[in-house]
């Protein structure tokens, strides 16, 4: 038994069962310790891949701010604004025959893909810089320097975006010009002098 | 021998099976929050994708760069994508996917 196919075998498991936990789970923060799992084990496959500076940044930016924001922000909602609530036993049976369908079509896909396989294709030996930081940091600033700028444009416009969307307070104003349900709809309808009033008609049976 | 975790398609197989249940996820669950981290699956299973075809090609290191920025770029979506359903959650005090109509009517 190498020791290798253990590893390989210990991260695949954690992986896929973080998976299913994220996509089953009816509680958030559970779905965000298995979202944690399978960023652990891939994190793990990267190392087996002899890409130690992507594993790494995996760690710190998966597993140390993107599933940290998650749990902020189910925090932030409130312990059971995040719970699943019941759907119309239609809508159930409709989602679990489309959640069928596609595992249905996923497993065709990989059942050819993994039946077409005559030879498999086994690594080589690899480079000793393969994915080590020197060898990816230099080709990041190398070949891949405009992206990279880029890169840091993408994540100033993400945050003063995120910014932007979250700190716009619908301040009720003195006198809202129009009464239409729109109007109502963006400015709260815990406005006081709209308290009393029912909202407007929306069809509640929604698939 | 059966050489576990050190051929293409072992890798490929894992990557498949964990898109598609990122992808049933992402078109079942009604849980905005839980389908903001379905597409981090899918992202996820993408990036071993091309690490492992990177480790086959090993010339150069391109897979391991798009795997770099493709984590840059889910940062970059779970960021945008939870303020999103923060402000909605504001709005609606819900964060059932089913609820937000708000642009239809």
Do not use: W
């Not at chain 1, 084990?41 to 940290?68: D, H, P, R, S």
């Not at chain 1, 000793?128 to 891949?144: N, Y």
């Not at chain 2, 021998?1 to 992808?23: D, P, Q, R």
Request: charged share 15%; hydrophobic share 55%.
């Amino acid at each position: 038994m190498n020791p290798g196919n253990v590893f390989f075998a210990m991260c695949a498991i954690v992986a896929v069962v973080g998976a299913l936990a994220t996509v089953l789970a009816r509680n958030p923060i559970r779905g965000a310790v298995g979202l944690l799992s399978t960023i652990l084990g891939i994190a793990g496959l990267f190392l087996l891949l002899k890409a130690q500076f992507l594993a790494a940044i995996q760690l710190i930016v998966y597993a140390g701010a993107v599933v940290v924001l998650f749990v902020f922000v189910i925090m932030l909602l409130g312990p059971d604004a995040g719970l699943s609530t019941r759907a119309p036993a239609r809508a159930h049976a409709a989602r679990a025959l489309g959640g069928l369908l596609l595992l249905a079509l996923g497993g065709t896909g990989l059942a050819l893909l993994m039946g077409s396989v005559e030879a498999p294709t086994r690594f080589g030996a690899a480079r000793v810089d393969h994915g080590s930081i020197e060898a990816v940091g230099g080709l990041l600033f190398h070949r891949g320097i405009v992206p990279f700028e880029l890169a840091t444009a993408l994540l100033i416009v993400a945050v003063i975006g995120a910014i932007a969307v979250v700190r716009t307070t619908h301040a009720p104003k003195a006198k809202p010009v129009v009464d239409s349900p729109t109007q109502r709809m963006f400015h709260g309808p815990l406005h006081p002098r709209d308290a009393g009033r029912p909202l407007p008609e929306r069809d509640e049976a929604a698939p | 021998m059966n050489a576990l975790g050190y051929m293409l398609e072992h890798y490929t197989l894992l990557s498949g099976v964990i898109f598609t249940l990122g992808a049933v996820g992402f078109l079942v669950r009604r849980n905005a929050l839980v389908q903001l981290m379905s597409i981090e699956l899918m992202l996820n299973a993408v990036s071993l994708a091309l690490v492992s075809y990177n480790r086959v090609h090993d010339s150069d290191m391109n897979g391991q760069m798009f795997a770099f920025f493709l984590i840059a770029v889910a940062a970059a979506e779970a960021a945008v994508g939870l303020a999103i359903v923060l402000a909605f959650y504001r709005l609606r005090a819900t964060v059932n996917t089913d609820e937000a109509d708000v642009l239809k009517h």
